[in-house]
C-alpha cells in the first residue's frame, strides 16, 4: 500500500514542507527538505510519531491543588487520547515526592508516569 | 537599616541563577526577593517538557528545571525571603520590601540584580471593541488556572496571538477537553517556535490564521463569540473579510513586557525597543552597582539563555561588590538595518571576559541572508543565514582580541545583509 503525507519540519525556524511516501510502512521517498536534519525527522515522525504528554493530577491535602506529571519517556502518538482518559481517573494524596512513578505502565506502552514536582502535606 | 552584600530581586529562573553564580563567585552575603510563596516563578506553570537542553543536557518539564535551581540554592543555604514585595528602589542602592511577617523594611544592598521577569500583555493594549464579558484571559493567566489551580477558564476557545505560551495552551486546553477553534496570528509569521506550531497545532488540528485578528468581542456578561477579520500588509482589517466565529473564551498570547516599574524608579536609563534597562556586557545597568538579567531585560524564548545571562550578572556584582570595576569608556554595540536591539548596547573592552555574546533579535523575517558584524568600517563577520526570524533570538560573539587589534576602535555595528 503507497501513502503520500505532508509534513512541516521543527528542525529549525524554516519549517520546511515536506512530503514523504511510504510503502507498506516503509519511507520510500522524501521531498521538499532543505537538510539532513529535515530528512531524518520526516522519516522517524511518519513510521513512528513520539511525543511526551505532560499534564496534571488533581492532589488531596497539599500546599497546593495539583501536581504536574509527564510520560517519563515518549509514547506513541495515536495513544494520547487514550492516556488522557487514564489520566482523568487519578486522583493523589498529599504529600507526592518529584520523581515519583504514578502510574507503571500507561495504556500498554511501557512508559511510566511520574510526578514532576514535590507536593508536600499542608 | 539592614545592609547586605548582594540583593536580588525575584526567585524566577534569572534570580536563582544569578543567586548561585555569585555565591560561586565567592560571595556569602547574598539575599533573594520573592513575591511569591514559592521559588521557581513562571517554570512552576510551564509543566510541559523541553527546558534545558543547552544547561542540563536533557530534556526536563519546568517545575523540574525550577527545582534544580532551588535545589542549588538551597544546599547554599542562600536566603530567600518569600511572600515579599519589593515596592521601591533608588539609585543608591536602598530597596524598600513589604510583607506580613516582617512589615516595611529597608535594605541597603552594594549591588543589586534585577530578575523581575515580565508580565504579559493585556487586552487594554489591543483596542479590541466589545463590552467586558468574563472568559478573557491572557494565555498565561489561563495556564496558571488550569495547571496550578485545576480550573478550566472555558470549554470553546479561540486563541489571538501566536506567541509559544499561546501555542502551548491550544494543547493543553485541547488535552483537558476544550475545542480550540482556532489561533489568529495578525503578522504573516508565527512568533512562536516551529516545534510548538507542529505538536500544539497540527498535532490536534487546530488551525492556525495568520495576517488575521479579532476585530470584536461578542457578549456582555460571558464571552459569546469573536469577530475574526484577515489583515491588509499595514495590519488594518480588510472590509467583507468579517467572520463570526462562537466561543466561550477568548486567550490572549500577544507578547510580552518587562517589568520594569521599579528599574525606573531607580532612573535607570530604558531601551526603547526591549522596554527593559540599557546595559554593558558585564550586564550593568545605567546606575552603577545595579544589574539585570533575564526577561526583565529583554524576552527570551529560552530559559537555559536566561540562566546564562543571569549567572554572568551574579558573577559581575560580585566583581563590583570586591572593587573590581573599572571606569573606562565601553565601545557602542549599535544595530544595524535588520536588527532590532541587541543587549549589551555597549562593552568594555578591558572588563570584557574573552568571548562577549551580543543577544538580539531581528525586524522582519529574512531567508538566505547575512548577518553582519562592522568595527567602525571594516566588516569582520559574514555569516549566511537560511532563515532568521524576529521568533528566534540570534547571537553574535565578540571575541576580546578584537579590541586589542584596533585600540582607537569607537562602535561595533550588526546587522542583516542581502549579500
Not at chain 1, 493530577?57 to 519517556?73: E, I, Q, R, S, Y
Not at chain 2, 548561585?20 to 539575599?31: K, Q, W
Amino acid at each position: 500500500m503507497s501513502d503520500k503525507q505532508e509534513l512541516t519540519c521543527i528542525g529549525c525556524p524554516m519549517g520546511c514542507q515536506m512530503e514523504v511516501e511510504v510503502e507498506d510502512g516503509v519511507v520510500k521517498r522524501i521531498t521538499g527538505h532543505a537538510c539532513r536534519k529535515g530528512e531524518l525527522y520526516a522519516a522517524k515522525e511518519v513510521v513512528d510519531p513520539r511525543r511526551i504528554v505532560t499534564s496534571v493530577l488533581p492532589v488531596d491535602g497539599g500546599v497546593v491543588g495539583m501536581v504536574p506529571v509527564k510520560t517519563a519517556g515518549d509514547v506513541p502518538k495515536h495513544k494520547i487520547r487514550d492516556i488522557m482518559k487514564v489520566l482523568k481517573t487519578i486522583r493523589l494524596e498529599a504529600p507526592v515526592e518529584a520523581g515519583r512513578v504514578i502510574v507503571a505502565d500507561l495504556c500498554g506502552t511501557g512508559v511510566r508516569l511520574v510526578a514532576t514536582r514535590s507536593v508536600t502535606r499542608r | 537599616m539592614e545592609k547586605r552584600d548582594i540583593v536580588i530581586i525575584g526567585g524566577g529562573p534569572a534570580g536563582l541563577a544569578a543567586a548561585v553564580a555569585a555565591y560561586d563567585a565567592g560571595n556569602r552575603d547574598i539575599l533573594i526577593f520573592e513575591r511569591d510563596s514559592v521559588l521557581g516563578g513562571i517554570l512552576n506553570q510551564c509543566i510541559h517538557n523541553g527546558f534545558g537542553l543547552h544547561v542540563f543536557k536533557e530534556e526536563l518539564t519546568g517545575p523540574e528545571y525550577a527545582a534544580r535551581y532551588v535545589g542549588m540554592v538551597e544546599d547554599r543555604r542562600i536566603e530567600a525571603r518569600l511572600d515579599t514585595m519589593v515596592i521601591d528602589l533608588t539609585a543608591e542602592r536602598i530597596v524598600t520590601t513589604i510583607s506580613e511577617q516582617d512589615g516595611l523594611v529597608q535594605i541597603e544592598a552594594q549591588a543589586i540584580i534585577l530578575a523581575m521577569g515580565c508580565r504579559e500583555r493585556p487586552r487594554g493594549a489591543l483596542n479590541i471593541p466589545g463590552a467586558r464579558p468574563a472568559g478573557i484571559f491572557s494565555a498565561g493567566t489561563a495556564q496558571r488556572f488550569v495547571n496550578i489551580e485545576g480550573y478550566m477558564p472555558g470549554r470553546d476557545i479561540v486563541i489571538l496571538g501566536s506567541g509559544d505560551i499561546g501555542l502551548i495552551m491550544a494543547r493543553r486546553l485541547t488535552l483537558e477537553g476544550a475545542k480550540v477553534r482556532m489561533v489568529c496570528e495578525i503578522m504573516p509569521y508565527s512568533g512562536g517556535l516551529k516545534r510548538n506550531i507542529v505538536q500544539c497545532l497540527d498535532d490536534y488540528g487546530i488551525p492556525l490564521k495568520l495576517s488575521h485578528t479579532v476585530t470584536k468581542i461578542h457578549g456582555r456578561d460571558r464571552v459569546e463569540g469573536v469577530t475574526v477579520a484577515a489583515v491588509d500588509e499595514n495590519r488594518r482589517p480588510i472590509p467583507g473579510s468579517e467572520e463570526y466565529v462562537p466561543c466561550d473564551t477568548l486567550l490572549l498570547s500577544v507578547g510580552l513586557i518587562p517589568e520594569n516599574e521599579l528599574t525606573r524608579k531607580a532612573g535607570i536609563a530604558i531601551h526603547p525597543k526591549t522596554q527593559g534597562a540599557i546595559v554593558d556586557e558585564s550586564l550593568s545597568t545605567s546606575v552603577p552597582g545595579i544589574f539585570a538579567a533575564g526577561n526583565v531585560l529583554h524576552v527570551h524564548d529560552l530559559v537555559d539563555n536566561v540562566s546564562e545571562e543571569a549567572e554572568l550578572a551574579g558573577r559581575n556584582a560580585v566583581a563590583f561588590v570586591a572593587g573590581r570595576a573599572g571606569g573606562e569608556d565601553g565601545v557602542g554595540v549599535e544595530t544595524g538595518p535588520g536588527v532590532r536591539y541587541t543587549v549589551p548596547a555597549a562593552i568594555h573592552p578591558g572588563a570584557a571576559t574573552p568571548l562577549t555574546t551580543v543577544r538580539f533579535r531581528t525586524d522582519n523575517v529574512y531567508k538566505d541572508a547575512f548577518l553582519s558584524v562592522y568595527l567602525d568600517g571594516d566588516r569582520v563577520q559574514h555569516l549566511r543565514k537560511r532563515i532568521l526570524t524576529p521568533g528566534e533570538m540570534e547571537t553574535v560573539v565578540i571575541p576580546k582580541k578584537w579590541f586589542a587589534d584596533r585600540p582607537a576602535l569607537k562602535k561595533i555595528r550588526i546587522l542583516v545583509e542581502k549579500e
